[in-house]
């Protein structure tokens, strides 16, 4: 499979409860799940963007019905389920992005884009082409601002990278900013993560690949395998810390 730069996250994170603690220092299991499911669904938010601005006949989608003025694309999402069969979830919000023709890059905002009451708004910019099932994308979110995000409202910076094909995709993120408020702000890295297409959904466990995150010298680390994916459970180990421990993202 061809390697493809973007980030798609993501991730619906509907129904995740919030176990991590206002006074935790370093990195926690539980912030360490909220951060790695959190990224994938900023992802899937990425991937989208990359993906309509490539569609061929952009005018000829239903999910999302999108809108092209120049160079001025509007994507608006209504309770549908997208064409790019990135996710299995329904997504409401919209994308309002400068396109130059011809370019593959583009410019704009996220609004409200999301699944359930996990919604995102920020500014994306970045490029992407599309052959058929093949997706190749690079994105850049600033200032991603989610609500209710695991009842949290954390703001997420990143440089997403992705490729993408009928069967899976493989995330790249190199250094990402995660800000959950209150001065608690998280490095984060996913290193060939590779999601089944169509499964970035509520709380996917990803079949291969690592994330990483980092907080006060403190890195939790998560291997993903085939066989934790099926288990509905990954092990989290915290380095220099306890023996690893095991996390149902939404369990």
């Known amino acids: 499979m ?43 938010l990425s991937a989208e963007a990359a993906w309509v601005v490539s569609a061929p006949e952009p005018d000829t989608l239903q999910c999302p019905v999108t809108d092209l003025d120049g160079d001025d694309l509007h994507a608006e999402y209504v309770d549908c389920l997208p064409e790019s069969g990135l996710t299995s979830d329904v997504l409401a919000g919209a994308i309002n992005l400068t396109v130059p023709a011809g370019t593959g890059l583009f410019d704009g905002t996220l609004s409200a884009l999301g699944s359930g009451d996990s919604t995102a708004t920020g500014s994306v910019t970045g490029s992407g082409s599309r052959a058929g099932d093949l997706l190749s994308a690079d994105v850049t979110v600033t200032d991603l601002a989610w609500v209710e995000l695991r009842t949290e409202s954390p703001v997420i910076n990143a440089f997403f990278a992705m490729d993408a094909d009928a069967d899976e995709a493989i995330v790249n993120v190199d250094g990402g900013v995660w800000d959950r408020g209150q001065g608690r702000v998280y490095d984060f890295w996913l290193e060939d993560v ?10 996917v466990i990803p079949e291969a690949g690592t994330f990483r995150v980092q907080r006060d010298n403190v890195e939790a680390r998560i291997d993903f395998s085939p066989e934790a994916a099926a288990d509905g459970a990954v ?12 996390l149902r993202p939404c369990g």
């Open 2 to 44: 061809r390697r493809l730069t973007v980030l798609i996250v993501a991730v619906a994170l509907v129904g995740c409860q919030n176990t991590t603690s206002d006074v935790e220092t370093g990195v926690s299991v539980p912030a360490a799940g909220l951060v790695f499911t959190g990224a994938l669904a900023s992802a899937l």
């Open 194 to 203: 590779v999601v089944p297409r169509g499964a970035f959904d509520t709380c």
């Open 235 to 246: 092990s989290v180990n915290i380095i220099g810390g306890d023996d690893a421990s095991s």
